[in-house]
């Protein structure tokens, strides 16, 4: 059971909450609650909620902090911060691939046009 909470924040992102919760050990020292609450909708129109709880205690807040920051540096030197996805681009283009040809994949990027009227 949750113990009590002392201060609290929500990011609220698409289908996606994510739920910080500082708290209150029976010590009475305090720990990190992250919470992701993501958005379900059945067929019928009902929906229910998925929750996933991380406890963060500090004695490992200075290693998840430098790796949550190694990790978000990582992602924007590699890509930007440009967000590409068919989700938040209503022009954004998939690549498609070619049927398996002799075990490997052909990209449509390297298709040849042919006009049969050449042939």
Do not use: C, W
Request: glycine fraction near 4%; aromatic fraction near 14%.
């Amino acid at each position: 059971m949750d113990q009590e909470e002392i201060h609290s924040k929500v990011l609220r992102a698409g289908r996606r909450t994510y739920f910080f919760d500082v708290r209150s050990t029976k010590a009475g020292d305090y720990y990190l609650t992250i919470t992701e609450s993501k958005k379900f909708t059945h067929d019928d129109g009902s929906f229910h909620y998925k929750k996933h709880k991380i406890y963060l205690y500090k004695e490992d807040f200075d290693a998840f902090k430098e790796n949550v920051i190694e990790m978000m540096d990582f992602i924007i030197n590699e890509k930007g911060t440009e967000v590409i996805s068919e989700r938040h681009q209503k022009d954004f283009k998939k690549e498609e691939d070619e049927p398996i040809e002799n075990g490997e994949l052909k990209s449509t990027e390297s298709f040849t046009d042919v006009d049969f009227d050449d042939i």
